[in-house]
């Protein structure tokens, strides 16, 4: 059959074997956008926000619709384009896991220039466990690379930072550690943080001992 690969293979001591390699039935979609990303989290007892910026080149003159990625305990506040509010639609993501679609219509062609689509959400606080924040992701993107901006507020104490995707620059915090504010350059699109933060205590004496941060492997 056209396009279809066959392989026999006899590993020393071992039956032998077939491996059959068949191209995709489905197309693989072509990138719509050239994509550089910056996103803020905002960690606070109240929740956290997410403001999630993306300085979008487009592609394919043709394109009509945006679809994003966003994790599915994230609550959606608004979405800009040019800094005009758009109406957008959400599912579930056919995929199934922890995310939704998000699609929002063109109103008009987009300009051959860049341009920042904004999405701004809200995730719940959580106090008593540790705090997800996965990235919201642009569909069909090359994605050119991003950075990342965390911030805790006052009255809260980041207990341990668990990172997967991105490279700290040695800005890492020594932890516990109250109120941290850090930037991490991220390296894929799909980099995540994880923390547990609690509320700081009172100090009435020295420092405690501290922790140090770790890298998720």
């Not at 003159?61 to 599915?72: F, T, W, Y």
């Not at 069909?140 to 507020?153: E, I, K, M, P």
């Not at 668990?162 to 850090?182: D, K, M, N, S, Y």
């Amino acid at each position: 059959e056209s396009g279809a690969l066959e392989y026999h293979l006899a590993l020393r001591g071992g039956e032998p074997f077939q491996v059959r390699i068949e191209p995709s039935a489905e197309p693989v979609p072509s990138s719509a956008f050239a994509v550089r990303q910056s996103t803020s989290y905002s960690v606070a007892a109240s929740g956290t926000q997410v403001d999630a910026r993306f300085r979008i080149t487009p592609l394919d003159a043709s394109i009509q619709e945006v679809g994003l990625r966003c994790p599915s305990h994230y609550q959606l506040v608004d979405l800009t384009l040019g800094g005009q509010s758009l109406e957008f639609t959400e599912r579930a993501s056919p995929s199934g896991g922890d995310e939704r679609i998000v699609s929002v219509t063109l109103r008009q062609t987009l300009p051959a220039s860049e341009t920042e689509l904004r999405v701004r959400a809200i995730a719940a606080a959580n106090l008593d466990g540790m705090t997800a924040l996965p990235p919201i992701r642009l569909n069909r993107s090359a994605w050119l690379g991003g950075t990342v901006h965390l911030a805790v507020d006052d009255d809260l104490q980041l207990e341990e930072l668990i990172h997967e995707g991105f490279r700290t620059g040695g800005t890492e915090p020594t932890v516990p550690a109250a109120a941290p504010q850090l930037t991490f350059e991220q390296l894929v699109p799909q980099a995540s943080l994880r923390l547990p933060v609690a509320r700081a205590p009172k100090r009435l004496h020295g420092p405690s001992p501290l922790r140090r941060s770790r890298a998720a492997v």
